[in-house]
């Protein structure tokens, strides 16, 4: 039928693992509980898919092969790559949406020169989403990545291009599609550096991302973002091109820089799905 | 290039079962599948962290590797800093250390 909803949400793997860390569980628990309205409300879609657009982590993406952007057509995913006791979720396997997951692929292929996955593990990228989003694994799930960190990266506006792809390719299938995208705003995760945030950064970047500045969205250079932002602000591609895919104005729902034992500028926004 | 084996060794590691029994059974054979350096497989047999940070191996590569091996998520962040300290800045690739080792949570600090 159509994409019936988008949205972007943090996967960072201290939302789940250094949860019993958290000194600030008010603001936590504010989080969790917006990040369960996320859940309510793909839920209330009425989807029968969720598209998870992620940048994962070299969970099944090396340099000795590294495509821009990938999508899985899988009939079942494994998950988390991680240590079960470190990221606080349990091994477990999600189902995917082969006959979907290749009818939307082959639509993008008609713009954008996407590669396809039939095996694919499932990291911190999308395992924290999913144990907030679809907490008993029960909606068929199509993951995405985009190349946030392999350089050279994909190109923000292909990013875009892509988003756009996705959505001609929902709107192009029966099924009710909704489609998260998940990644960071600012942030050094997995240095000596984990914790440190640009608040300012990361709500100049998301107030233009909710507005659909696409010129603005598109000018980060990659030496700009990893200055002000981190190796982990490579990840804004995720963001772009869901923007894109939506179409209209977002929603930041949740925003803040006062949890940085999650690692990152936490976030949770929707958009509406432009006609 | 041997940065890359290096990577790729711990990128097999992170995913793999089999790799992960082998890494337990038989370390040297496993090591011995990448063209490595000396200091890089003697890194990967002390599961040197603060040194693999140093020699540039990818911050999320290195972060499941140890939590691989057991290490607990301030001590991770500790061993990189050692390591800048004992071997000197970050080598390679794009997770060198921005600041001057500080800690940027009150929950580390208050450990």
């Keep these: 039928m159509s994409l019936v909803y988008a949205g972007v949400c943090s996967h960072a793997p201290g939302i789940t693992g250094r949860a019993d860390l958290c000194e600030n569980t008010e603001k936590r628990d504010e989080f969790y509980a917006q990040l369960d309205k996320q859940r309510q409300d793909i839920e209330d879609s009425g989807a029968e898919a969720l598209i998870v657009v992620a940048a994962e982590h070299f969970a099944n993406f090396f340099m000795n092969n590294m495509p821009a952007f990938c999508i899985g057509i899988g009939a079942e995913y494994q998950g988390p790559i991680e240590d079960p006791e470190w990221l606080k979720i349990s091994k477990t396997a999600v189902p995917g949406a ?3 997951g290749t009818r939307i692929t082959r639509e993008v292929m008609q713009t954008v020169d996407v590669a ?8 911190h990228g999308i395992m ?17 990545n985009i190349n946030c960190q392999g350089p050279p990266l994909t ?10 792809a996705l959505r ?11 489609l998260v995208g998940t990644g960071g705003v600012s942030h050094w995760p997995a240095t000596p550096d984990s ?18 500045d696409k010129e603005a969205v598109l000018g980060y250079s990659d030496q700009e973002t990893y200055a002000q932002a981190g190796q982990g602000g490579y990840e804004i591609r995720t963001y772009i091109a869901t923007a894109a895919a939506a179409g209209g104005l977002g929603e930041l729902q949740f925003y803040t820089a006062e949890l940085p034992i999650f690692a990152v500028g936490v976030t949770v926004g929707r958009f509406d799905i432009a006609a | 290039m041997s940065l890359y084996y290096l990577q790729k060794f711990l990128y097999v590691l992170n995913r793999d079962e089999g790799a992960q029994k082998k890494y337990q059974n038989d370390l040297e054979a496993l090591l011995g599948d990448f063209d490595l350096t000396d200091e890089e497989a003697d890194a990967l047999r002390k599961g040197d962290i603060g040194l693999l940070y140093v020699l540039g191996v990818n911050g999320q590569i290195l972060m499941h590797y140890a939590a691989f091996l057991g290490i607990e998520w301030f001590d991770y962040l500790d061993m990189m800093r050692k390591g800048i300290e004992e071997h000197g800045p970050v080598r390679a690739g794009v997770y060198t250390m921005t600041g001057e080792g500080e800690s940027f949570t009150e929950e580390e600090k208050s450990r």
């Excluded at chain 1, 396809?116 to 990291?123: G, L, Q, S, T, V």
Aim: glycine share 4%; proline share 10%; net charge negative.
């Design chain 1, 98 to 100: 082969p006959d979907l």
């Design chain 1, 155 to 164: 190109p923000l506006h292909r990013a875009w291009e892509f988003g756009l």
């Design chain 1, 128 to 144: 924290v989403p999913l144990n907030f989003l679809t907490p008993n694994y029960d909606l068929p799930i199509i993951p995405v």
């Design chain 1, 195 to 212: 914790g440190k945030i640009n608040e300012e950064w990361d709500r100049r970047f998301l107030g233009q991302l909710m507005r659909q």
């Design chain 1, 116 to 123: 396809y996955a039939e095996e694919w593990k499932f990291d």
């Design chain 1, 168 to 178: 001609r390719s929902c709107d192009a299938v029966p099924e009710k599609v909704a």
